[in-house]
């Protein structure tokens, strides 16, 4: 029998596949401690200090910039090809398993739940165990709860797959992700789950202090920071009725810059590495709070910042913004403001700035659940006397809003900055300029 030319290519394609796979073996990762006290990972006999990001953004740009890791949440469909992509470019993968979460319906006290939950994760070790670019598997991301933390039925849960995951696999390490410090979360993972082996900890505003803080929780085991950036709108500043202020990009670079330094190097002895969040772009308060890059792949201050602790920052280099400037906060229904922005470019490339007026998120995701965007009101903006300064036709529904101001260089950098504005019934459409 005759085959089309495609079967043949084709087949020939999955058998080199399935071979490349088939001879693919696992790098060996330990936890070990020196003799002078210092926690350290060892991948194939050498020490390996995690450069990661969180996040599904450009793994190339990663890896070019001096990252060496990448962080996943949980499995699907895609899983191998991350794992396969991540170790053409020489990353490795911390590899999620994802929990319940109790306020999102699941129940620890259900003992069919809890076994369904256990399957499923065999299944993901058996399956990827011995891809080489795994590093440790992330068993739950802040499934401990958001009070106290110290649910018992919870973390021996968590200690039963990590259990499984050192049964199934001795090459890789375990490792339990929370948020933050607050309660009695270290504690019981020191008491109550003796198969992890590091702490993974989320944690934005006060990341600069880890070092401190853990080892009087009563953190012993070694801990890799899962999650750093800018405050959460949960901890951060807010303007006169209650808004969270979202930071420039070029702030939150000197955030990024100060969280690394200070609460990833700085405790050395127990610090293993750290992946930052978001490595990509995620809606979350803005469609910019979290994000490292814009939708198109614009790289932001925060990643050359991160360039320039992994290795070496950009040449060209991104454009410096502050939060535009408005000619009223609050407005009568259809008013018309004034908008300015101050930004410019440290190479002196010409820059294109766009605006957008949207909604403020109302209803806002836990846990990093989806969160739906606030609406954008395309109609808004008008042109002023150059792109640096408009007119914003502010909507009839009272309510919040947010301008953002959008910089590009053209050469894949940009800025981003926004301020709040509202819309009531009894404002004045003037006052005097105000920068958030």
């Not at 949960?234 to 202020?245: D, R």
């Amino acid at each position: 029998m005759l085959f089309p030319s495609w079967t043949i290519a084709f087949t020939f394609a999955l058998i080199i596949a399935v071979a490349v796979r088939a001879e693919a073996q696992p790098v060996r990762v330990e936890v070990t401690k020196s003799d002078a006290g210092a926690w350290q990972l060892l991948r194939d006999g050498k020490p390996y200090f995690v450069r990661g990001g969180g996040g599904n953004g450009s793994k190339e740009v990663l890896a070019k910039l001096g990252g060496n890791s990448v962080r996943t949440w949980g499995v699907g469909d895609d899983t191998m090809k991350q794992l396969d992509d991540a170790h053409k470019l020489g990353l490795t993968v911390a590899l999620g398993i994802w929990l319940g979460h109790t306020e999102q319906g699941f129940n620890y006290r259900d003992a069919k739940q809890v076994k369904d939950q256990y399957e499923k994760a065999r299944d993901a070790i058996l399956k990827y165990k011995d891809h080489p670019a795994v590093l440790v598997w992330g068993i739950g991301n802040e499934m401990e709860g958001y009070e106290s933390g110290d649910d018992p039925v919870i973390w021996k849960a968590v200690d039963d797959i990590a259990a499984l995951a050192k049964q199934l696999d001795p090459n890789h390490p375990t490792m339990t992700v929370i948020a933050e410090l607050g309660g009695n979360r270290v504690k019981s993972i020191h008491d109550l789950c003796p198969h992890v082996d590091i702490v993974g900890i989320n944690s934005y505003a006060g990341v600069s202090s880890l070092g401190e803080r853990y080892p009087k929780a009563g953190g012993t085991k070694p801990f890799i920071v899962t999650e750093f950036g800018p405050p959460g709108q949960w901890e951060c500043a807010k303007n006169s009725w209650g808004i969270p202020i979202e930071l420039s990009s070029t702030e939150k670079g000197d955030v990024y810059r100060k969280a690394y330094e200070e609460g990833v190097l700085g405790p050395k002895e127990l610090c293993l590495g750290s992946y930052v969040f978001l490595w990509g772009v995620k809606q979350e308060a803005t469609p910019t709070w979290f994000g490292m890059f814009l939708p198109d792949g614009t790289q932001l201050e925060n990643v050359h910042a991160m360039a320039s602790l992994w290795g070496d920052a950009p040449k060209n280099r991104c454009p410096r913004i502050a939060a535009p400037k408005v000619s009223a906060e609050q407005a009568a229904p259809g008013a018309t403001l004034r908008a300015s922005v101050d930004v410019t470019d440290p190479d002196g490339d010409p820059l294109a700035i766009k605006w957008v007026l949207t909604s403020e998120v109302t209803k806002r995701s836990v846990g990093g659940a989806h969160e739906d965007p606030g609406a954008e009101h395309a109609d808004a903006i008008a042109a002023g006397k150059d792109d640096r300064e408009v007119q914003v036709k502010m909507p009839r529904e009272p309510g919040t809003y947010r301008l953002f101001a959008y910089a590009r260089d053209g050469k894949g950098n940009g800025a981003v900055a926004n301020t709040i504005l509202r819309v009531t019934a009894e404002a004045a459409t003037e006052s005097k300029p105000k920068t958030r």
